[in-house]
């Protein structure tokens, strides 16, 4: 069995998937691009401020290529808890699950800090995948405003 390295950020994918696919570019910031913002607000719920006393949340996510079918995602927040168990209840600083999007349409939620993503959810050329943290009431978490969130850029051949 060959096992397929790591890709994140904005790393040069090794020689091996290089045909298959390019990580172009990772950005883990409270600040998303307007179009995939408007994109994203068919499934989006109301902004969340984090609340000023407690420790600003962050979040990036990397993406190994899984030898069956797309995509390993490897969420990695920062001041930030999954708690799958409360979902549906009042939201908890800091606390919460996932949204995954992929070209600004919502995939699902993730409860926890793996998900598979199926090739068949990106299209050839240039794709954003997009984790969103949010609290257990759904709302998205923010920072001033703006969803705290992180996206790469994936381009897959056609």
């Given at each position: 069995m060959t096992i397929l390295p790591m890709v994140q950020g904005n790393e040069t994918p090794p020689p091996q998937i290089a045909g298959a696919m390019e990580i172009i570019e990772n950005t883990n910031s409270a600040a998303m691009a307007p179009m995939q913002m408007d994109a994203m607000a068919e499934h989006s719920h109301p902004p969340r401020e984090v609340d000023p006393n407690e420790p600003v949340p962050s979040v990036t996510h990397l993406m190994f290529p899984d030898i069956m079918d797309g995509y390993n995602v490897q969420i990695l927040p920062v001041n930030f808890d999954f708690t799958p168990a409360d979902i549906n209840r009042g939201a908890q600083h800091n606390q919460g699950h996932a949204h995954l999007y992929v070209n600004g349409v919502k995939i699902g939620r993730v409860y926890a800090p793996w998900v598979h993503l199926p090739a068949k959810l990106l299209q050839p050329g240039v794709n954003e995948v997009t984790v969103t943290l949010n609290a257990n009431d759904h709302s998205g978490w923010a920072l001033d405003g703006a969803p705290i969130s992180s996206?790469?850029?994936?381009?897959?051949?056609?």
């Open positions: 996206t790469v850029q994936v381009k897959v051949a056609n």
